[in-house]
């Protein structure tokens, strides 16, 4: 499967985020492996995480609302945020992946959901920091502190992610508040 996944995003995604869908793929390799969960979904939540990353907005919110996904109006103001939930789509459509545990994962990699689960968390900080995405003393905090306690991980990367829109003046999707705080009180 690995296979023909590489293939559809080679011809559906630019180099530049192939690198760091692989980036994605081998720190949750490595994140599952140090919390003895399944290496083989965590490799291939992280390797389909990203499938509807580069969809047109119309497409995300069309196949978004078609799934019953509720929509709010960030969502609709910026459906690239949607991206995570339609990528959990895509490789069931695509791909046929069945297991409830690999969609969740790649569903939550974005904006992450409280409750989530060990490997959706493992997907959510891969994505966050891979080795593509810098080495600031900050990122390189946040990688230390994801392989000591996940949900303090999360809650971090949550406020680094915060601290970013914030500072860039972008929407701030409420889940994301969301999962800061539940992740903070885990």
């Known amino acids: 499967m690995r296979a023909k996944?590489?293939?559809?995003?080679?011809?559906?995604?630019?180099?530049?985020?192939?690198?760091?869908?692989l980036g994605v793929e081998q720190m949750a390799i490595e994140l599952a492996g140090h919390y003895q969960l399944d290496i083989d979904k965590a490799a291939q939540?992280?390797?389909?995480?990203?499938?509807?990353?580069?969809?047109?907005?119309?497409?995300?919110?069309?196949?978004a609302r078609a799934e019953g996904i509720a929509i709010d109006e960030v969502d609709i103001a910026a459906p690239?945020?949607?991206h995570a939930d339609v990528s959990a789509i895509v490789a069931r459509t695509e791909f046929g992946v069945t297991d409830p545990e690999i969609l969740q994962a790649i569903a939550d990699h974005t904006l992450g959901r409280p409750g989530m689960s060990p490997m959706s968390c493992i997907i959510?900080?891969?994505?966050?920091?891979e080795p593509g995405?810098?080495?600031t003393p900050e990122l390189q905090s946040l990688r230390q502190l994801s392989y000591q306690n996940l949900h303090q991980a999360v809650w971090r990367a949550c406020d680094?992610?915060?601290?970013?829109?914030?500072?860039?003046?972008?929407?701030?999707?409420?889940?994301t508040i969301l999962?800061?705080?539940?992740?903070?009180?885990?």
């Open 124 to 129: 959510f900080l891969a994505d966050t920091l």
């Open 45 to 63: 939540s992280g390797l389909m995480h990203d499938l509807a990353k580069y969809f047109k907005p119309q497409r995300l919110l069309e196949l």
């Open 133 to 135: 995405r810098g080495d």
């Open 80 to 82: 690239h945020l949607l």
């Open 5 to 21: 996944v590489l293939a559809w995003l080679n011809d559906n995604v630019p180099p530049k985020r192939i690198q760091h869908i």
């Open 179 to 186: 999962t800061r705080n539940w992740a903070m009180m885990n």
């Open 160 to 175: 680094y992610s915060l601290q970013y829109l914030l500072s860039t003046r972008c929407l701030i999707h409420p889940r």
